[in-house]
Structure formats: C-alpha cells, structure tokens
C-alpha cells in the first residue's frame, strides 16, 4: 500500500536540483517521493506502464518520470521545464525544484535556483564535472544559494569507486573556491538504486558521512532576515473609505514596531507607525515574511512601489547602479536599448549603459563584450528612468533582484542582481531656466515637435523630408534636419553599422533631437533605423504629442532597383556587412503616426501628404 501523507506544520527547505543533461536529477527526485510514500497508487501504475514505455531503466520503475510530466519530456529523457514537487520526513518538509540540464534552459534553471536555499548539484560519476556543472554552480552563487551538496550520482556505474569520487570532488572543489559558497557538502549515490539517498549503502563502506536526507534534515540554511535593515514594499494602498489609509505588503526585511519611526525611501517623507494591522487584529510587532498593513501617523504620499524604512537604514535611491545581468532571451541585449525593468513592484524604463565584462563561467575570467546572447552572463552598468531604493542582492534578494522585459513582445529578457550603485556626477542637476520650451517656441511661432522619417535606404526618406523642410520653412517655421549620412561624417563618425552601433546611433541622434525641441524647433530626423526599440527610445525621451513616425513604406525591390547610392549592389556582393534589408533585418513600424506608400507617386506628393499631416495637427504650412 502506497501512503499519501498530508503535509505537516514542520520547517520548510526548498531547494532545486541541477546539473549536466542525464546527470539523474529527476530519478533522484523520483526516488525521494518514492522512499518518502508520498505516491499515489494511480500515479505508481501509471509511471510502471509508461516506464515500459519510455523508461530508461529495462524491467525496473524509472523514477524519473514522476517529474518529468511533458510528454517532449518523456520521449525524450530530459526536463525542460521547472518541475516544482512537495515531500516530507518527521523532522523537514521539502519543496524541491528539478531544473533544466541543457544550456539552452539556464533560463529555467535560474528561475528554480531565485527561490532557493541549497541547491543539490548532481555529477555523473562516470564524466566528472562539465560545463553545465560550472554555469549552474556560478548560477547558483550568483542568484545567493550559499550551501550546496556535490551528489556524485550513478556510482554504481564506476563500481562504487572511491578514488573516482574523491577526484571528481577535488574537481569541483578547485572549481567552487572563488563562488563564496559556505557549505560544501559530497555525497555518493545512486539515485536508481537508493544508495545514500534515503540510507546508508552498504556499497560505500569508505563513506562515513550523511545520506543525502539526513543532511537535508540536519542542513542550517536560515537567515535571519529579521535582523536585518527593515524593507517594506508597498504592494497596495488600502483605502476601503475616509477614515483608513494602509500599505499593504510583505515584510522583506527586518522587524517594525507600532511608534517605530520610518520614512519612504525615495522621497525621505517621514513619519511613524501608527498601526499594524492583519486581519486577526493589530499587532504590536512584526517582522520578516509577515504580511501586514501599516497605517502611519501622517498624511504621507505613499504610493504602490514605494518602499518604506528605518531612516537610520536606508537604501540607495540611485537611477544608475551596477550589476549582474543573465540574458533570458533569443535577441541578443544591446547596451543603449530601451526595456523596461521591474524592481519590487515599480516598473521603470531601463538600459545598459555598458557591458564591463561577460563572465566566462567555465573559467569565471572576464572578457570584453558587446552585447549579451541567450543565456550569457555579464557584469553591467544600468541606467533606470526613475531614481528607485536598491540594496545590492547579497544584503537583500528583494530589493536587490530585478528583471528587464522586452517593450514590444513583454517576454522577460534578463534577471538582474544589483551589485551597488554608481554614484556618478553627484554635483550634477538638472538647471531650470526662465525661458523654457514654450516661450522659445511662443517667440518663433513653432509647435516643437520631431518629424521621424524611417525606411529602407532608397526609400525616398531624405528626399521627402528636403521638400517637407523647405515648405516649413518659406511658412516662417524654424526647423533643423538630421540626416543618416550626414551625421556620420560628426557626431557618429566613430560607429560602424553593427546591431550596438545603430543602437547607439539612434540614442544619439535621439538626444540630440530632444535638444532642438527643447529649443522650440521642428527637427526632421532622416534614419533608417530598422529597430522598433530604438524608435520607440526617441518617442519617449520627448512629451506626448512631439514624435510624429513618418514610415516611408517603398518595397525592397524598389529601393534595390534604385539603389542610388550603389549600396545593395555592393551589400548583395558582399563588399557591405550588416545592411539593412539584406543581411541585416528592417523591423516596418506596426502603428505609425503617418504611413508613406511610394510606389507610382512623385517625392513632392508624398511631401504634400506629409504637410497635410502636420496642418491636421494645428501646424500652418
């Protein structure tokens, strides 16, 4: 009879399990809930038909496909995803995550690592420590797991060799010296046959120390959060009438007292606590993985996001820090382009000013890089669109851990892990003048607004944008032209035509752009620029209304058949890298203010259709 039984109130660990492809994660998992009872008799019928099935282990039950629950996953023999599974002894309840072994899902594997406190590192005692080995053991440090167990798995298929074991731990010791773990705990086992999972095995009479259970049991992995400087982020403001108004959130760290005085991070608004309220009644303390609502003793504008603290303990509140970036997606991150991060429960524009150094995590040495691909890791700086609270990650996971998300697909591109701030040009503010952009552009009658002319090189984009400027101008506007080529010869002579040098192209000419509107003018900006992220960068660095996207939409064939430069003759000879259109793509805007289609029309028409445009917006021309 196989038992189920339900969980207990007893201390919870939660670990993952990671390593190399085939290295036996999800058959020791497999093996913990079955010596653990914790199957249920359907379940175990139905893993002994499947294991005929798709079993790796002949007549015997294959463990792991109590895990490995997708079908791809099945079929094949490996996990893909993050498989999450609940088991007990008397004296520990256990939350055990089996993460991906195959490069392409560090992702994965990063995401089941965030959440733990140890992790089990599984080694095939037959090809020692490998690659995957080192990036999940980096992963790990990085991402603040500080005790870790080397399971030297499938022991029994080098005859329960000592001297095997011993060398593939002095391996991975070597490795692991410089990852700041604090405990490092070697186990041989066989997760097929149970040998030192859930008891001692008779087949290592050279092994004195703990099954991999007792030490999971026995294992000291608590922080004591509770002394730590107190982090409150708001997650909600309750305001169910008139007379209450709380902040709602979770207790991330340290402890507050009713009458404690506090204050909120990035304005330094102070008062005191006046409640802590929960819904068994107030409490007169509380503390770390609490969640309370606090009332404070003063009208202080306290918003969602907002973090409050001790004012004797307060974080950075800085918008340019430094820190380590895993690259979670297909398109690669190029610094200067524009995502948006999620710290806590603010969300804010961010970019990567620059990539320090990409960590190589077979070696750990640093090299210089450009950008970061899938699953690479770098060390950065970034720059928010708002001053935020942060504490570097080692000291806080909550107010130190951030993701950045892609703008146009919202996928989760990178994890992040603050290092510290960067106190940069701390004498530097912004300078308020009297006369600001609505009297410059009040004295030269101009509505201040950027004309953003994008398209295939040939599309006619310069041209179009020529006669637009001359019949602003003969109206008495003021305006400047910005042009792709002309602007290279200057402030962009240094870039080439690489995906990070058109990023930093456009960032340019983008700030630059906010410059003359600023000066009240109209700036007609001719660039391909064939990203949407770079477009969208320069329409949110001005106000609403003072972006207009020109698309002028001319078909490939067209632009090639005039190529009046000569350029994608030469591109589709090979004489020209990364040109747009041939080898290097053209990303059309999805909704732009204006859409130019060339075809079959004169550049002085598609220019009248642009003016007609600007007069619709309440602009003489």
């Known amino acids: 009879m196989t038992h189920h039984r339900a969980p207990e109130n007893r201390?919870?660990?939660?670990?993952?399990?990671?390593?190399?492809?085939?290295?036996?994660?999800?058959?020791?998992?497999?093996?913990?809930?079955?010596?653990?009872?914790l199957i249920f008799e359907d379940t175990l019928a139905a893993i002994t038909k499947d294991s005929r099935k798709h079993g790796t282990t002949g007549d015997d039950i294959d463990l792991a496909l109590l895990v490995d629950g997708l079908e791809a996953e099945r079929q094949q023999g490996i996990t893909i995803d993050v498989a999450y599974r609940f088991f007990q002894t008397p004296k520990r309840a256990f939350i055990v995550a089996d993460t991906p072994g195959h490069e392409q899902y560090t992702r994965n594997m990063a995401t089941g690592a965030s959440g733990a406190s140890l992790a089990v590192i599984l080694i095939d005692a037959r090809k020692g420590v490998l690659t995957q080995t080192r990036r999940h053991s980096y992963i790990c440090s990085l991402l603040g797991i500080r005790d870790i167990v080397v399971a030297v798995n499938k022991i029994d298929l080098?005859?329960?060799?000592?001297?095997?074991?011993?060398?593939?731990?002095?391996?991975?010791?070597?490795?692991?010296?410089?990852?700041?773990?604090?405990?490092?705990?070697?186990?041989?086992?066989?997760?097929?046959?149970?040998?030192?999972?859930?008891?001692?095995?008779?087949?290592?009479?050279?092994?004195h120390g703990p099954?991999?259970?007792?030490?999971?049991?026995?294992?000291?992995?608590?922080?004591?959060?509770?002394?730590?400087?107190?982090?409150?982020?708001?997650?909600?403001v309750n305001r169910p009438n008139l007379d209450f108004r709380g902040f709602a959130g979770t207790i991330a760290s340290g402890r507050i007292a009713a009458g404690d005085q506090v204050i909120v991070a990035a304005s330094g608004k102070a008062s005191r606590i006046a409640r802590i309220v929960t819904a068994d009644g107030d409490l007169p303390v509380a503390e770390a993985g609490q969640a309370v609502t606090l009332t404070l003793e003063d009208e202080v504008d306290v918003a969602r996001g907002d973090i409050i603290v001790r004012p004797a303990e307060r974080p950075a509140v800085a918008d340019q820090f430094a820190g380590h970036l895993l690259w979670m997606d297909e398109e690669a991150m190029l610094p200067g382009r524009s995502y948006l991060?999620?710290?806590?429960?603010?969300?804010?524009?961010?970019?990567?000013?620059?990539?320090?150094?990409?960590?190589?995590?077979?070696?750990?040495?640093?090299?210089?890089?450009?950008r970061l691909s899938l699953n690479e890791i770098?060390?950065?700086?970034?720059?928010?669109?708002q001053p935020i609270p942060i504490d570097p990650y080692a000291e806080n996971r909550t107010t130190g851990a951030f993701i950045l998300v892609d703008r146009f697909t919202n996928r989760t591109a990178g994890a992040g892990m603050v290092a510290f701030p960067l106190r940069r040009a701390s004498n530097i503010h912004h300078e308020h003048f009297t006369v600001d952009k609505a009297a410059r552009a009040a004295l030269v009658g101009n509505k201040p607004m950027v004309l953003w002319f994008t398209g295939l090189s040939g599309s006619g984009k310069s041209t179009i944008a020529n006669i637009v400027e001359l019949a602003l101008h003969r109206a008495g506007r003021q305006t400047y032209s910005l042009d792709g080529d002309n602007v290279r010869h200057g402030l962009c002579r240094d870039l080439g035509?690489?995906?990070?040098d058109r990023v930093e192209n456009i960032r340019r000419v983008g700030e630059v752009a906010k410059l003359f509107v600023d000066a009240g003018m109209i700036v007609l900006c001719s660039f391909i620029s064939?990203?949407?992220?770079?477009?969208?960068?320069?329409?949110?660095?001005?106000?609403?209304?003072?972006?207009?996207?020109?698309?002028?939409?001319t078909p490939i064939e067209a632009c090639i058949q005039r190529d009046p430069k000569g350029l994608y003759a030469k591109a589709q000879a090979g004489q020209?890298?990364?040109?747009?259109?041939?080898?290097?793509?053209?990303e059309a805007p999805e909704d732009p203010e204006l859409l130019v289609r060339t075809p079959g029309r004169t550049p002085e028409d598609c220019a009248a259709e642009v003016l007609a445009q600007l007069r619709a917006r309440g602009i003489g021309c």
């Not at 259970?213 to 400087?229: I, R």
């Not at 770098?378 to 669109?385: E, I, R, V, Y």
């Not at 020209?576 to 053209?586: H, L, Q, R, V």
Request: hydrophobic share 40%; net charge negative; proline share 4%.
């Open 158 to 207: 080098v005859n329960f060799s000592e001297d095997t074991f011993d060398r593939i731990v002095g391996d991975y010791v070597t490795f692991a010296s410089e990852l700041g773990f604090r405990s490092v705990m070697p186990i041989p086992m066989s997760a097929r046959y149970g040998d030192n999972v859930t008891s001692k095995s008779g087949n290592t009479p050279w092994y």
């Open 378 to 385: 770098g060390f950065c700086n970034f720059s928010a669109g």
């Open 530 to 553: 064939p990203f949407r992220a770079e477009r969208q960068m320069v329409r949110g660095l001005l106000a609403e209304g003072e972006f207009v996207e020109v698309f002028v939409d």
């Open 576 to 586: 020209i890298k990364n040109f747009t259109g041939i080898d290097s793509p053209y």
């Open 497 to 500: 035509f690489t995906a990070e």
């Open 11 to 37: 201390e919870l660990l939660r670990f993952l399990t990671c390593g190399s492809v085939d290295d036996g994660k999800s058959t020791l998992i497999g093996r913990l809930l079955y010596d653990s009872q």
């Open 211 to 236: 099954t991999l259970v007792e030490h999971l049991e026995g294992v000291d992995v608590s922080q004591d959060l509770g002394a730590k400087p107190f982090r409150f982020p708001v997650q909600w």
């Open 341 to 370: 991060m999620r710290i806590g429960n603010v969300w804010t524009p961010c970019s990567v000013t620059s990539i320090r150094h990409r960590v190589d995590v077979n070696t750990l040495e640093e090299h210089a890089a450009r």
